[in-house]
């Protein structure tokens, strides 16, 4: 069974650091993307920063300059790491990971909680 295994959130002031990592294991496959998204309350799940199949990235415009995306391939571990943090990023944040060959969805980590706050 696939697991993604997601650490790293917390509570940060504004304008501080997290990174956030995430595990895949389980699955014979070889990884097609892996990403993050983010849901903060009242709002709808949004991506975040995502390698696409190419191995390309992709931000959102909100996160541009702020974050980095990166990957450890031989290890099937994603990390972000953000950067000038604002109350806005305040959301649970979620690992999501597609494999050649699986389901369109992919898997989801179980989320992170990062609180952005004075």
């Known amino acids: 069974q696939v697991q993604l295994v997601e650490s790293g959130g917390g509570l940060v002031q504004p304008g501080g650091s997290l990174r956030l990592s995430c595990a895949a294991s389980g699955s014979i496959l070889s990884i097609s993307t892996m990403g993050w998204y983010r849901q903060a309350v009242g709002k709808q799940r949004e991506l975040a920063a995502m390698?696409?199949?190419?191995?390309?990235?992709n931000y959102a415009d909100s996160v541009k300059g702020r974050f980095t995306i990166s990957r450890d391939s031989a290890k099937n571990t994603v990390y972000l790491q953000m950067n000038s943090l604002k109350p806005e990023d305040t959301a649970v944040y979620y690992c999501n990971v597609r494999y050649y060959r699986g389901s369109l969805s992919g898997y989801w980590g179980q989320g992170t909680q990062v609180t952005v706050s004075t």
């Open positions: 390698f696409n199949s190419g191995g390309s990235t």
